[in-house]
């Protein structure tokens, strides 16, 4: 019987394991030049500048897309509508999705947004954007403005007053005794 408890023993041991697993390589951002959220952002910044007026879209004209160039490749055109009003009306129907005015998927948000920033390079690889994009962070760049104002004020205070400082008072010389 002794045999038997011994047995009975040794078919109860438990043996643990424990399995790690393969941790998974941390994820990374595709290595690509600018995320959608900057890309977002500069369309947006070209949209309100070109809204603004601190830019002009010079729009190819129905002549220029008749020629076979970058920019007829990439706008399509349709022989019955004027090609030169379908391009500035597909611009406009893109800003009206990426403002929300025209109801859209987030899918059709995000093509839009993308077919405006290439828009966007088309024009100015084309020299056809005339001004600067402005930013849309006006706060920075008013406190940005200020700190440069402070800072010259302090230098034109120090020139200032290495300039006009006042001179102290001369010592008169002594005369010294003839001997």
């Excluded at 995320?35 to 603004?52: C, D, G, M, T």
Aim: no cysteine; hydrophobic share 40%; charged share 35%.
């Amino acid at each position: 019987m002794a045999k038997e408890t011994k047995n009975n023993s040794e078919d109860k041991k438990v043996i643990s394991v424990r399995i790690k697993k393969k941790e998974e390589p941390p994820k990374t951002e595709p290595s690509t030049l600018f995320l959608q959220i900057n890309i977002k952002k500069f369309v947006s910044e070209f949209v309100a500048s070109w809204i603004r007026g601190d830019i002009i879209i010079r729009f190819p004209t129905a002549a220029e897309l008749a020629k076979k160039t970058p920019l007829s490749i990439a706008f399509p055109t349709d022989p019955s509508v004027d090609a030169e009003l379908k391009i500035k009306e597909h611009y406009i129907d893109l800003l009206s999705v990426i403002a929300g005015i025209k109801p859209a998927s987030a899918a059709e948000q995000e093509r839009a947004v993308s077919d405006v920033f290439k828009m966007l390079l088309m024009f100015r690889s084309a020299n056809r954007i005339e001004g600067k994009i402005m930013s849309n962070d006006l706060e920075k760049r008013i406190e940005e403005l200020e700190k440069t104002t402070k800072s010259q004020g302090k230098l034109v205070d120090q020139i200032t007053g290495f300039l006009f400082k006042p001179k102290a008072p001369k010592k008169p010389k002594s005369k010294k005794p003839a001997s």
